[in-house]
């Protein structure tokens, strides 16, 4: 749905698997299906429209064969977690994912950068008090750019989208020092491109790509993802 995000999803993936060849990396069926309504103006407006294709979308990836599958866009969550129980393979959770990341690599807590429709489903916020990990808010003024910084890579405006981030982000640590959770998956990019310290931040592409990795390598045989 994103597709900078998937590309550099990808790109993780294959720097995390256990492999020394070719032959070794797990075999990847790529639906990248950009044409699916925007997800947080869904959200916003409580309209369903992302929910069928993005179901069809993980069908029709199980029928191309997947064992794993694997959704490298945040917000799409609050529908995958809608179908989820009527697929047939399991689904690493994005979201489990970073927030297990994150309790390891920061455990007083962090703030959540993500898109608005994310932030809004509650997605973090409720599994982060399940964990009772403490996961800072953005105010209004800092969530729109944050928003902003997110479309701004989408539109392959990266540069633009990094320095958007930057000024988010620092007025959040002007707040509270804490790590960022990049909970949207084009923030990991805009971080980046931001020239931010890595260790002060908390990926969910990376977090998505270790779990998934964790999970294709623990048979013996590498199973094969669908994303």
């Not at 002060?200 to 977090?207: F, G, I, M």
């Amino acid at each position: 749905m994103g597709p900078a995000a998937t590309a550099e999803f990808l790109r993780l993936l294959a720097l995390r698997v256990p492999a020394r060849s070719d032959q070794e990396h797990p075999r990847i069926v790529l639906l990248s299906e950009p044409s699916i309504p925007d997800r947080t103006e869904a959200l916003l407006a409580g309209d369903d429209t992302p929910l069928r294709p993005i179901r069809d979308g993980l069908r029709t990836l199980v029928s191309w064969g997947a064992d794993l599958l694997a959704v490298p866009c945040n917000t799409a969550h609050a529908y995958v977690d809608r179908v989820s129980a009527q697929l047939p393979v399991p689904l690493v959770h994005i979201v489990d994912a970073t927030l297990r990341m994150a309790r390891l690599a920061s455990p007083p807590g962090a703030w959540l950068t993500a898109t608005t429709g994310t932030v809004a489903s509650g997605l973090y916020q409720e599994r982060a008090a399940g964990l009772g990990y403490p996961l800072l808010v953005p105010d209004e003024a800092e969530q729109h750019r944050i928003h902003h910084a997110a479309s701004l890579v989408k539109a392959n405006r990266t540069d633009e989208g990094g320095e958007v981030f930057a000024s988010a982000v620092a007025a959040l640590w002007q707040r509270d020092p804490r790590p960022v959770v990049t909970a949207c998956t084009e923030l990991p990019i805009a971080y980046a491109a931001a020239g931010l310290p890595p260790e002060a931040a908390v990926s969910s592409l990376d977090a998505l790509a270790t779990a998934c990795a964790d999970e294709l390598y623990r048979a013996a045989t590498p199973l094969r993802i669908a994303v």
